[in-house]
């Protein structure tokens, strides 16, 4: 008991240090900041306009460039409202920070990391509700890997980093950080087409001390160009090792997340999945620009091999923009149906819907200013097994998010 208290507060004091110690670092930027403003606007008042001190401008730009090269954060504040038939409505206010930094540390090699607000057993979300009688909000390692590229054909990276592979948030929640070794491999110009990218992944969920591990392994082809330009394919698969302790997790309550599948022996403390999971994955991908608009169609088939039924996903997205003409707007449509068994609910997009529901998605995102842009979102969805006497979802969705 006493090892597991010490590993916690090691823990937390690590994760302490470093946000104090970028806290600080952002302090000092923006003290210069306003140390450079202040000086500059006394000495116009005594000695005239040509009178600033330039060493204490450069060092303010200094700063400046500094976080601009090597760091990043953002937060979004978000309204979300969520209406079922048969049910009370909700209303509820979410928040998310993130703060990264991406280090080169030779020619060929670079070091990042994120943290991120979120509850750890939730890999699919880093926002955390207003809520909790104003309990403090958890602050989490999010990302911290190596990349190394010797070479433009070549990228390695190890640790936890973002997704790998070419998709949309069909199998993967985009907020899902992998975990292990990734492999890209890249050729140009190959015959007709522009550019063959052979993605590879060796993925770690859990390490058992008595038996198997727990492990994803996935592997891409993805193609881009042909005789048309923004014309993309991709294959991916995703095999899993030994899922049934991903159920064993859900069952104790380790492991957050949409839980849609169908389990065996789920209340008894033996929980394990009625099917395999061997995803494939199909994308089709064209962006063009019609009347100086881009536009982009994205068709996605995802099914789960080794189940017998309810196995299939898929997904039509419809973008445009950024518009000029309308200060930059985005527009998105995008149509959903993923039966139950077709992947692993715990990963994929619940932010939006879980497996074992279909629907559209209208979504808007302008900007306000280079670092501040709003956000709305309309989902309507049904479930597709057992719907019920109020089948209908509706979801709406507001949010602002400013980066710096």
Avoid at 95 to 103: E, K, S
Avoid at 362 to 388: D, M, R, T, W, Y
Wanted: hydrophobic share 40%.
């Amino acid at each position: 008991m006493y090892h597991r208290k010490s590993n916690k507060k090691v823990k937390a004091g690590l994760c302490a240090s470093v946000v104090v110690f970028f806290a600080a670092l952002l302090v000092q930027c923006i003290a210069g900041e306003a140390m450079a403003a202040s000086e500059g606007v006394k000495t116009h008042a005594v000695g005239g306009p040509n009178s600033s001190e330039p060493e204490d401008l450069e060092t303010s730009q200094r700063a400046k460039d500094l976080w601009r090269t090597y760091f990043s954060a953002d937060g979004r504040f978000r309204q979300e409202s969520i209406f079922r038939e048969g049910t009370p409505s909700r209303y509820r206010y979410r928040i998310r920070f993130r703060l990264g930094g991406n280090f080169p540390i030779h020619p060929h090699a670079n070091l990042g990391f994120r943290m991120v607000t979120g509850a750890t057993d939730d890999p699919t979300t880093g926002n955390v509700d207003l809520d909790g009688y104003f309990s403090k909000k958890g602050f989490n390692l999010d990302r911290l890997f190596l990349r190394y590229s010797p070479s433009s054909s070549l990228t390695l990276t190890i640790g936890k980093f973002p997704n790998p592979f070419e998709r949309v948030e069909l199998v993967f929640h985009n907020d899902v950080q992998f975990e292990g070794a990734a492999q890209q491999f890249r050729l140009n110009n190959v015959g007709f087409i522009h550019q063959a990218r052979v993605n590879l992944g060796q993925f770690i969920l859990a390490e058992s001390k008595s038996g198997a591990d727990t492990n994803l392994f996935a592997g891409q082809l993805f193609l881009k160009g042909f005789h048309f330009n923004g014309l993309s394919f991709g294959a991916t698969l995703y095999e899993y090792r030994n899922e049934d302790a991903i159920a064993q997790a859900v069952e104790d309550g380790r492991l957050g997340g949409g839980d849609t599948n169908a389990r065996i022996g789920a209340g008894t403390g033996t929980s394990t999945y009625l099917f395999g999971f061997r995803v494939v994955e199909w994308l089709a991908k064209y962006e063009t620009t019609i009347r100086s608009m881009p536009v982009r169609i994205i068709g996605v088939y995802a099914q789960n091999l080794l189940a017998d039924f309810n196995d299939t996903a898929y997904w039509l997205e419809v973008g445009v923009g950024p518009i000029s003409r309308l200060n930059r707007l985005r527009g998105l449509y995008h149509y959903v149906r993923v039966e139950r068994e077709s992947m692993i609910s715990n990963y994929n997009n619940a932010d939006i819907f879980n497996p074992n529901m279909q629907g559209h998605g209208f979504k808007g995102v302008l900007p306000l200013s280079e670092n501040v842009g709003v956000e709305a979102l309309h989902f309507v969805a049904q479930n597709i097994l057992s719907p019920g006497p109020h089948p209908y979802h509706h979801k709406t969705r507001l949010q602002i998010k400013a980066k710096f």
